[in-house]
């Protein structure tokens, strides 16, 4: 993979000064606690690896903090050439079931130096971490390092740091939708209805799902809806249908199904265990469900 230094465009790499304007995504950034000029020495608790990429280039990682004050610190990714022509990999950060694929690296040295190197001198870089919930660098995550050429990647943990308080949190806004949302959902109060939710990506587009097994006269009614949403989204509206018209098991025709506008439904999650679902019929009766999730996607963290 001799082409990896394009994997490190998507880099932003700047003046380690840069730290202090990462904006308030960024809560790995402490303002003011390091020098200009990144520290090269690991201290305190660490985690190195030595790689080798596809040149035979050999590269020391070590992913370390230095401390800020008494309850924050700032995590560090430190590089030093053993031998060869070493060059920088891909790097991708892990935590709490989420995974940020090529995170920012803020570097003290010359951008073009570091990106597409040889690495000649000790450097070390800041990461910028895209999460949601904001990635917190005070509380335990894992860097995957892979060298360029390789096709494996190598783990790099640290714990929390002592007293750190590691409750992830989506704040005021709520969680973003994503695959982590997907589950059962319902009331106590109103056991025997429910609703399943799911997030995907088909041809390209990211699709909100939803299935309401509810009541209406007497009888059984299943409402259905699908609509897009970006990446980043609080909140998504979709249009339902209910269903029927089609007989069971090999009767089955699909031509026969019959789907009746129903109306809408508004979905929002304000964390990972609650539901918030707003919902219009066609003649105007509206109302809303609050609901807790009863199962989620097995192997996906939320969050």
Request: net charge negative; with cysteine; glycine share 12%.
């Amino acid at each position: 993979m001799r082409g990896a230094p394009r994997l490190a465009l998507v880099w932003l790499l700047a003046a380690a000064g840069a730290q202090a304007d990462a904006g308030p995504a960024a809560k790995e950034f402490s303002p003011d606690c390091l020098p200009a000029a990144l520290p090269v020495q690991p201290t305190g608790a660490t985690a190195s690896r030595e790689v080798v990429d596809a040149d035979g280039g050999r590269l020391r990682v070590t992913l370390w903090r230095v401390p800020c004050t008494t309850d924050d610190a700032q995590a560090i990714l430190t590089f030093v050439p053993v031998s060869g022509r070493p060059r920088v990999g891909a790097v991708r950060v892990a935590q709490a079931g989420r995974i940020a694929n090529f995170p920012d690296l803020i570097s003290s040295v010359q951008p073009l130096t570091f990106l597409f190197g040889p690495l000649d001198t000790p450097t070390s870089a800041l990461l910028s971490v895209t999460l949601d919930p904001p990635f917190d660098d005070d509380c335990a995550f894992e860097v995957q390092y892979l060298p360029p050429g390789a096709s494996a990647a190598f783990p790099l943990a640290l714990g929390a740091e002592p007293g750190a308080a590691c409750v992830l949190s989506f704040g005021a806004a709520g969680a973003a939708l994503s695959q982590r949302l997907a589950g059962t959902w319902f009331d106590p109060a109103r056991a025997g209805e429910g609703v399943a939710t799911d997030f995907f990506v088909a041809e390209g587009q990211r699709i909100a799902f939803l299935s309401w097994y509810t009541y209406e006269g007497g009888q059984q009614r299943y409402l259905v809806g699908n609509a897009p949403y970006a990446q980043g989204d609080r909140s998504v509206r979709l249009g339902l249908v209910e269903t029927g018209g089609a007989q069971f098991g090999a009767a089955f025709r699909p031509e026969a199904v019959t789907r009746r506008a129903w109306g809408e439904a508004t979905l929002s999650f304000p964390d990972c265990g609650r539901l918030l679902l707003s919902w219009r019929r066609a003649d105007g009766l509206a109302g809303e469900l609050r609901l807790v999730r009863l199962g989620g996607a097995d192997g996906v963290a939320c969050p």
